[in-house]
């Protein structure tokens, strides 16, 4: 089991304000993928990031996948109340989870 | 396209009760996930199915708990007898074929007590 570390754990922001999240881990990954779990509801996937260096973009979010492969970055510009969540960044062959960042993102 | 259904929605039981869940994934859809989420920790996975074979039940607290899917299609996730740590959201999730994207249903929420 090849767990990522998640950072950080907890982040509280005011809307409109920007964010990053981090996932790293020593070793290197085929993919990555981003879930956004919502209060009461189960983990919905976001994006998956395959070749190193690349960066995918939905919306307001910016996924980066680092050249070497072993970790991965979320940018939210602008974040709203409808982000918030938790954050969760498994590798993409395997469906172990870490710890995750929540956010919140306050009115 | 029909999502992951699971039910119920909501269980609460006496330690040292049972309780089954169960969970109907996307049509067509050869792996199955069983997770298990504590409050403010991600999920984390207890079984995986491919069809009706297990793929991964290292996670699996076998004195406890047991899952099947005995056609390959739906699976029941059962915990015997429940212990107060197992107050948790219980989450099942399906994709086509291992490692691919995985549909979440909304999970079951059990309360020990």
């Known amino acids: 089991t090849q767990l990522l570390e998640q950072s950080p754990q907890f982040l509280s922001i005011q809307e409109g304000e920007n964010l990053t999240v981090y996932c790293n881990s020593s070793?290197?990954?085929?993919?990555l993928q981003w879930y956004r779990q919502e209060p009461g509801e189960g983990p919905v996937l976001l994006v998956t990031v395959v070749t190193g260096g690349e960066v995918k973009k939905l919306k307001r979010l910016t996924f980066q996948f680092g050249d070497a492969r072993k970790d991965s970055s979320l940018h939210i510009t602008a974040a709203q109340p409808g982000d918030t969540g938790l954050y969760l960044c498994p590798p993409g062959d395997q469906f172990y989870f870490g710890t995750g960042t929540s956010l919140t993102v306050i009115p | 396209e029909a999502g992951v259904a699971q039910s119920p929605r909501y269980k609460i039981i006496e330690k040292r009760q049972s309780v089954a869940f169960w969970c109907n994934p996307i049509s067509g859809h050869a792996t199955l996930y069983w997770y298990q989420q504590i409050l403010g920790q991600g999920p984390k996975l207890l079984i995986q199915?491919?069809?009706?074979?297990?793929?991964?039940d290292s996670q699996l607290p076998k004195d406890r708990f047991s899952a099947e899917r005995l056609k390959g299609v739906d699976s029941t996730l059962k915990i015997q007898p429940a212990k107060l740590e197992d107050s948790a959201v219980y989450l099942c999730?399906?994709?086509?074929?291992?490692?691919?994207?995985?549909?979440f249903g909304q999970g079951t929420r059990l309360t020990v007590v």
């Open positions: 070793s290197v990954f085929s993919s």
């Open positions: 999730a399906s994709s086509p074929d291992q490692g691919a994207k995985a549909f």
């Open positions: 199915f491919q069809n009706n074979g297990v793929v991964d």
